[in-house]
């Protein structure tokens, strides 16, 4: 828990010590467009004392026109400052012995870029001290999944590509798993542009509300050995290759090499075949 005491670094002479702040949680946050972030820290007083705080709030983006976002602070649960209402940034109070506390909320506007960071200094002083202490927000992109028509995943996500060829999407990236059928994912900026960019697309039936995250889809990108699920004594039906249509039973797997051995049933002399793994579909699993 980062702690420290306000006024610590003054000379004999100049005045008491007047407050200690202490920080229990983080200080910075990466949170997705109209997502917020919350921090708090506290102010230990050892007799009653006035104070004076201001709130400095710096957007840093690279994109003209990035929208501020909106931040509220509260003392002891009471808010004193919101950046969207006509509240002075400064506030005066006075305190009394014991502990204290400031929260801060941030939240991410919907027109944020990818790279924008909202940094926010609270400066406490009371008395001879003053002290600041500081927080970061960040932004990120979002999972956003399309629902579509079944069978129609590729169809929708070439038509989302050719409208995000721009730039004016904020579309990082068009995720199509082939295990996933119904849906197609987009990495993105803001799920509002999303929404009414779908809207017209044929086989679309719209956004699914929320997000997801990346490590929620990261095992759909990370694609599954080919035999991944077929053991030994399974009977699988050739899919491809000369032997298409034909029923076997597998006697061998090589992992390594994602291929399988098998037994053809119909087949005068019992000669083994090995295939790929994506040649064969499993019929009856073995007892």
């Known amino acids: 828990m980062p702690s420290y005491e306000a006024g610590s670094e003054l000379s004999q002479g100049q005045g008491p010590r007047t407050f200690a702040v202490e920080i229990p949680g983080e200080k910075e946050a990466v949170v997705p467009v109209g997502g917020d972030a919350e921090f708090s820290f506290k102010i230990k007083l050892e007799s009653d004392a006035p104070f004076h705080f201001r709130a400095e709030p710096k957007l840093v983006s690279e994109t003209e026109g990035s929208p501020d976002w909106q931040i509220r602070v509260y003392l002891d649960g009471v808010q004193k400052w919101d950046s969207y209402t006509s509240l002075p940034p400064e506030f005066n109070a006075n305190l009394s012995t014991g502990d204290h506390w400031i929260t801060v909320g941030v939240v991410v506007a919907p027109g944020a870029s990818f790279g924008d960071v909202?940094?926010?200094?609270?400066?406490?002083?009371?008395?001879?001290?003053?002290?600041?202490?500081?927080?970061?927000?960040?932004?990120?992109p979002s999972i956003l999944a399309v629902k579509t028509a079944i069978g129609q995943e590729r169809e929708v996500a070439d038509s989302i590509g050719a409208r995000s060829k721009d730039g004016q999407l904020g579309i990082y990236s068009i995720l199509l798993p082939s295990t996933i059928r119904g849906y197609v994912l987009i990495e993105a900026m803001n799920s509002d542009k999303i929404e009414n960019a779908v809207r017209g697309i044929r086989k679309t039936h719209g956004?699914?509300?929320?997000?997801?995250?990346?490590?929620?889809?990261?095992?759909?990108?990370?694609?599954?050995?080919?035999?991944?699920?077929?053991?030994?004594?399974?009977?699988?039906?050739?899919?491809?290759?000369?032997?298409?249509?034909?029923?076997?039973?597998?006697?061998?797997?090589?992992?390594?090499?994602?291929?399988?051995?098998?037994?053809?049933?119909?087949?005068?002399?019992?000669?083994?075949?090995?295939?790929?793994?994506?040649?064969?579909?499993?019929?009856?699993?073995?007892?």
Do not use: M, N, Y
């Not at 001879?128 to 932004?139: C, H, L, S």
């Not at 087949?267 to 075949?273: D, E, N």
């Open 118 to 140: 909202t940094e926010l200094s609270i400066v406490t002083s009371s008395r001879t001290t003053t002290e600041t202490t500081r927080f970061r927000v960040a932004v990120r």
């Open 207 to 287: 956004l699914v509300k929320g997000e997801t995250s990346l490590e929620e889809v990261s095992h759909f990108l990370t694609p599954k050995p080919t035999v991944s699920g077929i053991v030994e004594g399974d009977i699988v039906e050739l899919i491809s290759g000369p032997f298409k249509g034909e029923k076997a039973r597998v006697q061998r797997i090589d992992h390594s090499k994602e291929e399988i051995t098998v037994e053809l049933f119909e087949a005068v002399v019992p000669i083994p075949v090995t295939v790929r793994g994506d040649h064969v579909r499993v019929i009856e699993k073995d007892k």
